[in-house]
């Protein structure tokens, strides 16, 4: 049900030879929401057909064959719009001489094509520009400090205030993998803008969508809650807070732990792996080395601390009480609910709230510990 | 010990709680209660909504306590979704 | 011993650039001989550096299990891995019981995920419908007329119909294969926490927490694999030995002189120490014994040997030499002298060019050898694809012996519990006469079901520990101001092995070798060719089409039976076939093409 503005079919074309590991395609096989074949096999409602050009899971045996519609749409010869997706940290290509860092395919000279030659005439001419992964994002593992090829993100190769034919800047999901069901996501939310269903893709300052990293990592931790009662895992064997052990989710936007990796299962530091700052512009140097503790989480952890110790002995009270069932619970020979058949009941009345109410009130823990043998 | 009286054949003691005793207390806080649409993360559009739309929007704030102005949209075009 | 006889011979340049359907940057440059059928020359080459032995100095040892998973996207979990056993041996320290059955757990997950993926929906595309129809209609007409020997077990009636259900996309193994891929993949999160790159995998062990809810999660999902693995090892035995009885002489496809390593996997709890001293014992303990297989001999399964025998060879590669740059290793800590081309000691310095695909560097990949001490040879071992070496030297070594993987000498026997659609199976998968493009494609789908078995016994062992309410799975540790290690681990494709050096507390070298590098070499400076360069070399070309049309299906189904995985170490291109050269070139005999000058 595209509208008048929107467009019928889509090419993608998935160009993973930046310098990458080609693990960010790998993980969008493991998607399921969508999985890449609905999207393929055209199984989501009003989304346009799709055509994918991507060298893992082409048909064809490589080559002319596989590299023909990435040269008609550098040439603007495609008959419907693309998004361009790149996948890998983007090489300084100015500093080598004759030599090249990664190519893909080769150049009318018999020489290998740089990914640079291929970006500077896919991207003017593609409907969208996705970024997919930490290394095409933001330069990634191999932009680490000491690295031989200068290689940065797309946007900074691009330029940061780069937009595309639709006026889209460039898209970044960042993610070391990505998560698979993020990168389709956005996907498909770029598809349904296409079929002029969705609008303007909403991105922050760093170009990431907002549904997707709006948030830390720490804010939708399962294991925050220990944080906050100042409760700390001070090695790996611990299933408690890591953030004494090197976790940096406090600061880092990733819904990982709150999505889990796939199909609701794994993540990060909620099964017990540090947060080491996958998704961020300053991995991976800011966060190294990993397996300290951020300087962040000595100072707030140590004020916690007290706060904590509190609190947690008041939610230990509170716990045992609501860990007791109400005595009315019973087989004794005799009714003790409080049942009446007619309401309201005029003895109840001048009573007021909570008179009997024994399971919830303190004083009355004592006694049903000593009453109820759960408790010896 | 009082003795246990019959209610239509049921043998009813001495209640340890009554019916009521878990309803509502006044003074307490209530999630239902007016004016908690104004908390943090959202606004009102003002009074005339389209036809089957809400006036509440939500901003980046509305899902992190953590430099939430840098979370919103850059685009004004887009419609500001923080994460669930 | 070779013969010359110069004849006239028409070569076609054709190139394949870049391959798809494999992880990396491939390139494969060829020259054929279309009137005698042959392919007569090959280069591959890989058109990617990003420098990780160069970025990673400097850094703290204890990162390098993180940062080098990135160096690939479909088996990064190998990479740490193999990096935690070269840091525990370089920190002292053994890992407690329970975090050895988690990696195995993950890493025989991983395992069963990559292969089915890469067998079911990268490589059996190559055999699907689709594909033969355009390049051997003739097979695929006899496919339709040939019954499927196990067509009981797996539901296919004819070959055809095993060809059908592969076509991308719409054929129903195709399809059921990525759903398998998740699941398995669902497997690895819940011991390795996230896929590929691992979130909960430290040196001195794991952060996952070891209860009985995680172990149950990962054994019924385990039960459901098995299940389709049951199925999928008759139905791959009944497609890839049809191609034999529809082509004579298909077993020349990708033919290669055995040369296999493999790294050894699945460390054994009761025996490994990570100690150097020792690691020729806890090297024989693993559940994939490690050794080298020369002309079907095994030579060795001793780590120390394999390590002492590792050289690094430049050759036609973008590189800078090191000789005369630092040695960090002489000894290794039992006295051994190690080579100035060993890991330990290489420095990695790029020099990036213009490629020359005619008599100079033309690769990103570096040419690693392996020192035939026996014979001087520096050896062009390749891995089979993974699983042919594994199989291969396991069952020559006969040290594996646990209720569900046995050893035999010749064999190796796996047994399988009952599952949802089939009782109790046992499979064996025999020693093959010819290290080939079939035999490497075969023995992934054995080995698939090798990993699902061993991760039965490995459940098994995990909820001994957890019955005793044994939860260590992590052991502390302090960083040495100075100290060596190295790890051998088999990545899901072959031989992986890191080397690390570190001082002053840093890491003053790393060199990790995935398989790739050995598979996918450029000729090294004894101009011996890499694997694929030489297994491809000498091909036999069977498809039915001409020089027009020509796809080159044999020789992709070749290079992709090695399992190329490029970020670790390479793009086909089909160019439109042009007539490059007429020229009298000598026809050499065996093995000598790019042999010794």
Same mark, same amino acid.
């Given at each position: ?86 996948? #890998? ?16 395919? @080769?150049?009318?000279?018999? *020489? ?37 090829? %200068? ?5 900074? /190769? ?23 069901? !993020? ?78 990796? $796939? ?6 530091? !909620? ?23 951020? +300087? ?26 609501? @860990? ?25 009345? +001048? ?7 024994? +399971? ?17 | ?7 239509? @054949? ?35 559009? #003002? ?38 | ?25 491939? %390139? ?23 420098? /990780? ?113 592969? @076509? ?81 002489? /298909? ?64 050759? !036609? ?6 000789? *005369? ?26 020099? +990036? ?140 494709? #072959? ?60 020789? $992709? ?41």
């Amino acid at each position: 049900m595209a509208t008048k503005s929107g467009v019928e079919e889509v090419h993608v074309l998935w160009i993973s030879e930046g310098m990458s590991c080609d693990g960010d395609t790998v993980s969008v096989t493991a998607a399921e929401q969508p999985a890449i074949e609905d999207v393929v096999l055209g199984l989501i409602p009003g989304i346009p057909k799709v055509h994918l050009h991507n060298k893992v899971l082409d048909y064809s045996l490589g080559g002319e064959d596989y590299l023909r519609v990435f040269h008609q749409a550098a040439r603007g010869e495609l008959a419907a719009p693309f998004v361009l997706v790149i996948e #890998g940290s983007i090489p300084n290509e100015r500093i080598n001489g004759e030599g090249f860092w990664t190519s893909f395919g @080769n150049r009318a000279d018999g *020489q290998p094509k740089p990914i640079n030659d291929w970006i500077d005439e896919l991207a003017p001419r593609a409907w969208a520009v996705v970024a997919i992964g930490t290394c095409a994002t933001y330069g990634g593992i191999h932009a680490m400090a000491g690295n031989a090829t %200068g290689c940065m993100g797309l946007a900074d /190769y691009l330029g940061w205030d780069f937009r595309s034919t639709a006026g889209i800047p460039v898209v970044n999901v960042p993610g070391c993998p990505v998560q698979p069901d !993020n990168f389709m996501e956005t996907l498909t939310w770029l598809l349904y803008q296409a079929a002029g269903l969705n609008p303007m893709i909403p991105l922050d300052q760093e170009l990431r969508p907002t549904w997707l990293f709006g948030k830390t990592v720490h804010e939708g931790c399962d294991r925050a809650g220990y944080y906050e009662q100042g409760d700390f895992a001070l090695d790996y064997n611990s299933p408690k807070c890591q953030v004494k052990v090197g976790c940096w989710g406090p600061v880092v936007n990733c819904n990982v732990p709150k999505r889990g990796w $796939m199909a609701g299962i794994g993540g990060c530091p !909620n099964v017990g792996g540090i947060c080491i700052g996958c998704t961020m512009p300053g991995f991976p140097d800011k966060f190294m080395p990993f397996m300290d503790e951020p +300087p962040g989480a000595a100072l707030s952890g140590n004020v916690i601390r007290t706060y904590g110790r509190m609190i947690r002995a008041l939610r230990a009270m509170t716990n045992d009480t609501m @860990n007791a069932e109400p005595r009315w619970r019973h087989n004794r020979p005799e009714l003790t609910t409080g049942y009446n058949p007619r309401w309201p009941h005029p003895r109840d009345e +001048p009573a007021g709230r909570g008179a009997t109410v024994a +399971p919830i009130r303190a004083r009355d823990r004592a006694s049903e510990l000593a009453g109820d043998p759960k408790f010896h | 010990m009082k003795r246990p009286r019959i209610f239509a @054949n049921l043998r009813v003691g001495k209640p340890d709680t009554k019916p009521s005793a878990p309803s509502h207390v006044r003074g307490i806080r209530g999630g239902n209660q007016v004016g908690a649409a104004d908390q943090v993360g959202f606004y009102s559009t #003002g009074p005339a909504p389209r036809r089957g739309v809400s006036d509440i929007k939500a901003t980046a704030a509305r899902s992190t306590g953590i430099n939430p102005r840098a979370r919103n949209p850059i685009d004004p075009r887009s419609p500001n979704l923080p994460p669930a | 011993m070779r013969t010359e006889t110069n004849v006239q011979r028409n070569l076609v340049e054709m190139a394949w650039d870049p391959i798809t359907r494999i992880i990396g940057n491939l %390139g494969i440059y060829t020259k054929i001989d279309f009137d005698n059928r042959e392919v007569v020359e090959c280069k591959s080459t890989s058109s990617l550096f990003r420098g /990780y032995s160069v970025f990673m100095k400097g850094k703290d040892p204890r990162d390098a299990g993180f940062i080098t998973s990135r160096i690939c996207g479909i088996c990064g979990d190998n990479h740490t891995t193999c990096s935690v056993y070269a840091q525990n041996m370089a920190y002292g320290i053994k890992m407690p019981p329970l975090a050895e059955c988690i990696f195995n757990l993950g890493e025989a997950a991983e395992y069963m995920f990559d292969h089915a993926i890469f067998q079911d929906n990268l490589v059996m595309v190559d055999y699907c419908e689709r594909m033969v129809k355009e390049t051997n209609p003739g097979v695929l007409e006899k496919a339709e007329h040939t019954a499927a020997p196990h067509a009981d077990v797996h539901g296919h009636r004819t070959i055809a119909d095993i060809m059908r259900s592969y @076509n991308p996309f719409t054929g129903a193994m195709y399809r059921e294969a990525l759903v398998m891929s998740r699941l398995t993949r669902e497997m690895f999160c819940l011991m390795e926490g996230r896929h590929v790159h691992p979130s909960t995998l430290y040196a001195g062990g794991t952060g996952t927490v070891g209860t009985p809810q995680v172990f149950t999660d990962y054994l019924s999902r385990l039960l459901r694999f098995l299940d389709f693995a049951k199925r999928l090892v008759p139905l791959n035995d009944d497609l890839l030995d049809f191609f034999y009885e529809a082509m004579p002489g /298909y077993e020349k496809v990708g033919d290669r002189r055995v040369l296999l390593g493999c790294w050894g996997s699945f460390q054994n709890p009761d025996v490994c120490d990570y100690s150097y001293r020792r690691m020729t014992e806890w090297g024989r303990a693993m559940y994939v014994t490690p050794g080298v297989v020369v002309d079907g001999k095994l030579v060795t399964t001793d780590l120390v040997d394999i390590n002492l025998g590792i050289r690094i060879l430049l050759g !036609n590669s973008f590189y800078d030499d090191w000789e *005369q740059e630092e040695t960090f290793v002489q000894e290794d800590p039992l006295g051994n002298a190690v080579d100035k081309r060993h890991p330990w000691n290489q420095t990695t310095i790029p020099k +990036p060019q213009k490629r020359d695909l005619k008599d100079g560097p033309y690769s990103w990949v570096m040419s690693p050898r392996w020192l035939d001490k026996r014979t001087g040879d520096h050896l062009a071992l390749d891995t089979g694809g993974g699983p042919l070496a594994r199989l291969w030297v396991t069952a020559l070594a006969k040290l594996v012996d646990t209720p569900y993987v046995k050893s035999t000498g010749s064999s190796v026997v796996m047994s399988f519990p009952k599952t949802a659609s089939f009782p109790e199976t046992r499979y064996e998968w025999k020693i093959p006469q010819w290290a080939n493009t079939i035999e490497r494609t075969r023995a992934r789908a054995y080995f698939i079901a090798y990993a699902g078995a061993m991760a039965v016994y490995f459940v098994e062992r995990a909820m001994e520990l957890i019955r005793q309410g044994d939860v260590k799975v992590f052991q502390e540790f302090d960083v040495p101001e100075d100290g060596i290690g190295c790890g051998f681990h088999e990545a899901v494709r #072959g031989v992986l092995s890191h080397h690390l050096v570190i001082r002053d507390g840093k890491i003053a070298n790393y060199h990790p070798y995935p398989p790739t590098p050995w598979n996918a070499s450029p000729r090294d400076q004894y101009g011996t060719p890499g694997p694929y360069e030489d297994a491809v070399q000498g091909l036999p070309i069977f498809e039915e089409n001409g020089q027009a049309g020509f796809k080159g299906i044999d020789i $992709m189904r070749t290079v992709r039976s090695f399992d190329p995985c490029l970020p670790c170490g390479v793009h086909m291109y089909v160019g439109n076939g042009k007539v490059v050269e007429q020229r009298h070139s000598p026809m050499l005999g065996l093995g000598a093409l790019g042999g010794k000058p």
